[in-house]
């Protein structure tokens, strides 16, 4: 197809993809005043993986209050895009209605249906009774429960992208089809321009909503999109007799399914556990309304199994056996937000399947994101920041998109990781850790240790579950020794850099709310803010030098960190160099790390010598170490940085001197509880990038007075000078130790929902759930609003007792960490 609108020599924004997404960023922009927008389309609108998609509109499921809110969003939206634009969206309320047919999915949708709930969703939990009556032909007697949301239903995919082009268009954007963008100009680290086969078009930001192509532009000009194509498929039956369009949609997870009425048939939609990835070495540029040819070889077993939900689609003809592509990433959330290799380049692909259920709310985010160069949801579960380089590579794409597909009507065990494509980092340490029992877990590519079985043995963790897993008692065991005694935990996949120059104090100091350029030999836990005050990162900065400093965060947080330290060093004398490999990370914790560490090095590590908050290279055996006394876990303790190739000397000195203080390997589990017991902040999990420092709980971490000031510093003192925080984080543990927490559980003060848990754990020391909550009160959250009151937490639909505090409910006076 080619273009009958004159393609424009200059535009403000460049949206490159003319399907759901693509569309509705167009109009979000041009709403929003922003009209000087081109949108691109190579062939014509819906062309790629639009047109095909099955339309449900369904906003129930999620356990991410960004993913529910924008399915709420978007569903508004469709159903009431005609009236603005004259294009009906197809959007039809017939109602949704998720099954639970065994005990741990029923668990799991209560938990989903009770978050929900607090988001908006008018979910209903129903009988197996009042399912069949609202979808007849299908069979009920293995359905424990029905999850009924009345105001979902389905959408027509099509119309609805028409609808907002058209709506777009009627606020001066400008759509042009049958033009293919080629690549993307930059000058500066920044766009200028988008080349295409008919011209040049100069801009100042770029939105890359390409879907299934996102990854191949992206590599065009540097920018890293991991996501691959799979295979998707559904089933159209011929007529049925009595089918009704007035009929919920149903998904049946257990069964691979998803059905609707579909021209008086039944469709019957598939997410099959083990999927076949579709032209991992490159997808077609002419690729237009793609079908592909089904596997019925493959797809057998598992349509047989969607096919016995409503027996009778087994017993007429199948009108259509559809198959086509669909893109995916590595952990099946979306590819969004501005590239860390090039500033105004957004991109906004790799739906999962949820494009269109979630695309008017998407388009929205990034416009509002584009426009005010901040994002005003929680991003930090699909920043495009968290995918790494390696995740693009054509084996690991191959590899794990088998898995990602599957994931999506998997039941969402709170202690699941991914199975495929693993391996592919390994800590210098990792065969040693092997030795010892470690369960491993996929910690962003990393081969992390969850838990130990012991010297010799072979981790089993057992069936997953909602309850109490198999390793429990391994888990308290290394908590316990931590509190106890001392265990060595190995944290090699920890963020590092190295920043030096005569600039890097100022820079740093800059970027960070407390203050880092003070002494050297002193590390720093603090913040770093955007200038509206939210979080931006959580981490360390220690001094080393006047010119030198080490900077330290988490795995996930990696390119979003390192991004952040390159725009900010770019114009000073600051040069920051990525150590993550250089070293490996051995934290050696709990009340008797001191004696034990005393034994291997000449350093005085007494309090008066070497007190908290201390860096200082030591000598530990015949490696150098950078030491510092700090702790995530709530005890006395160290981290120990170790050049990697002495990394396993150090271990071997540190195990073989163990034995005599009790030592112990802890793993990742151990961390989650003891920092969880001290109510330490994980960003990304407990706090994120829609928190101010004050409402985290972090104003302690701030020096509001420092000279010079820092990002954010306004907003903060603004925030402070308002009065009482009536938003704060708090800790809630459970008073009865059985009932378990994992996250979104809704907590009830004196019968009242105000917030729920963000992240959660079990607290083996102080015998019970634990979790940390933002509550939200419309009233000063003092102590006394804490202590004068009923506090529950819904775990499941039942309403748990539980306390509240703002102090950590362990050790409150730092005393264990200072001793």
């Not at 057992?462 to 309850?467: K, P, Q, S, V, Y």
Request: charged residues 20%; proline residues 5%.
């Amino acid at each position: 197809m080619s273009t009958t609108v004159p393609l424009p020599d200059r535009a403000r924004v460049v949206v490159i993809g003319g399907g759901i997404i693509g569309t509705s960023v167009a109009y979000h922009l041009a709403h929003a005043g922003w009209r000087d927008v081109v949108l691109l389309e190579r062939d014509q609108l819906t062309s790629g993986t639009t047109w095909h998609a099955a339309g449900l509109m369904v906003t129930f499921g999620s356990l991410s209050e960004t993913s529910t809110s924008m399915r709420q969003y978007t569903r508004d939206l469709y159903a009431n895009l005609e009236a603005e634009t004259g294009l009906a969206t197809g959007f039809k309320p017939v109602g949704f209605i998720e099954l639970a047919c065994d005990p741990d999915r029923l668990e799991e949708y209560r938990r989903v249906s009770a978050f929900n709930r607090q988001c908006g969703v008018d979910v209903h939990e129903i009988s197996a009774r009042e399912v069949a009556d609202m979808f007849p032909i299908a069979r009920t007697d293995d359905v424990l429960a029905g999850f009924y949301v009345p105001g979902d239903g389905r959408v027509n995919p099509v119309d609805a992208t028409m609808s907002l082009a058209k709506g777009a268009r009627m606020q001066g954007a400008t759509i042009v089809q049958g033009v293919s963008a080629t690549d993307v100009l930059s000058e500066g680290g920044r766009v200028t321009g988008v080349v295409t086969d008919k011209g040049t078009i100069e801009c100042e930001y770029v939105v890359n909503c390409t879907g299934m192509w996102a990854r191949q532009l992206g590599e065009r000009h540097g920018v890293n999109v991991p996501l691959q194509a799979a295979e998707h498929y559904y089933l159209i039956t011929e007529q049925i007799e009595g089918m009704n369009g007035s009929w919920p949609v149903i998904e049946d997870p257990a069964n691979y399914g998803y059905y609707r009425e579909e021209v008086g048939g039944l469709m019957i939609g598939l997410f099959e556990p083990v999927c076949a990835p579709w032209k991992v070495d490159g997808i077609p540029g002419d690729s237009s309304f793609t079908s592909l040819q089904p596997d019925w070889d493959r797809m057998g077993p598992y349509l047989e199994r969607a096919m016995s939900r409503v027996p009778i689609s087994s017993e007429i003809g199948i009108h259509t056996f559809f198959c086509g592509p669909e893109s995916f990433t590595p952990d099946l959330s979306p590819v969004v937000g501005e590239a860390p290799e090039l500033r105004n380049y957004f991109v906004c692909a790799g739906l999962n399947s949820i494009g269109i259920l979630t695309g008017g709310g998407l388009g929205r985010v990034v416009a509002n994101w584009v426009m005010t160069g901040q994002p005003d949801v929680d991003v930090t579960g699909f920043h495009i920041d968290r995918l790494q380089r390696y995740q693009s590579n054509p084996e690991y794409r191959r590899t794990r998109t088998v898995e990602s597909l599957g994931m999506v009507y998997a039941c969402h065990y709170p202690n699941r990781s991914m199975k495929t494509a693993r391996g592919a980092k390994r800590s210098p340490l990792h065969d040693r850790l092997a030795a010892e029992g470690a369960y491993f877990k996929d910690v962003s590519g990393w081969e992390g240790a969850d838990w130990y079985a012991g010297r010799g043995e072979t981790a089993d963790p057992g069936e997953l579950t909602w309850r109490r897993p198999a390793f429990w008692p391994q888990w308290e065991a290394e908590h316990r020794a931590c509190r106890e005694g001392v265990i060595v935990m190995d944290m090699s996949f920890m963020s590092k850099f190295r920043v030096q120059g005569r600039d890097a104090g100022t820079v740093l100091d800059r970027l960070s709310a407390n203050a880092v350029n003070t002494e050297a030999g002193v590390i720093t836990y603090t913040q770093w803010l955007n200038e509206a005050g939210t979080l931006e990162a959580d981490l360390t900065v220690t001094k080393l030098g006047d010119d030198e400093f080490f900077v330290v965060a988490t795995d996930t947080a990696h390119r979003h960190v390192e991004t952040r330290l390159h725009r900010h060093a770019e114009p000073h004398h600051a040069f920051v160099t990525d150590v993550t490999s250089g070293f490996a990370q051995i934290n050696v914790q709990g009340p008797r790390s001191r004696d034990l560490l005393q034994t291997l090095t000449t350093a005085d590590l007494s309090n008066e010598a070497f007190p908290f908050r201390t860096a200082r290279e030591i000598d530990l055996g015949f490696a150098r170490v950078l030491c510092v006394r700090i702790t995530y876990l709530g005890e006395l303790g160290y981290e120990l940085y170790v050049p990697t190739e002495q990394a396993v000397h150090v271990y071997e000195r540190i195990t073989a001197a163990g034995p005599a203080f009790g030592l112990r390997h802890a793993g990742l589990k151990a961390l989650a509880s003891l920092r969880m017991e001290k109510g330490y902040r994980d960003y990304g999990h407990d706090i994120d990038n829609t928190d101010g420092v004050l409402e985290a709980g972090l104003g302690f971490a701030v020096a509001h007075d420092k000279p010079g000031g820092f990002i954010g510093r306004d907003a903060v003192a603004a925030r402070k000078a308002a009065g009482p925080l009536t938003r704060r984080i708090v800790q809630v543990q459970l008073t009865d130790p059985e009932p378990l927490m994992f996250h979104a559980e809704v907590v009830h003060r004196n019968g009242v929902p105000v917030g729920y848990i963000r992240a959660a754990s079990y607290g083996h020391t102080l015998g019970g759930a634990i979790g940390l909550a933002m509550i939200e009160a419309g009233e000063p959250v003092t102590k006394a609003y804490l202590a004068d009151a009923t506090w529950t937490v819904d775990v499941a639909g039942t309403h748990q007792p539980a306390i509240a505090s703002m102090s950590p409910l362990y050790d409150p006076t730092n005393a264990r960490i200072r001793s």
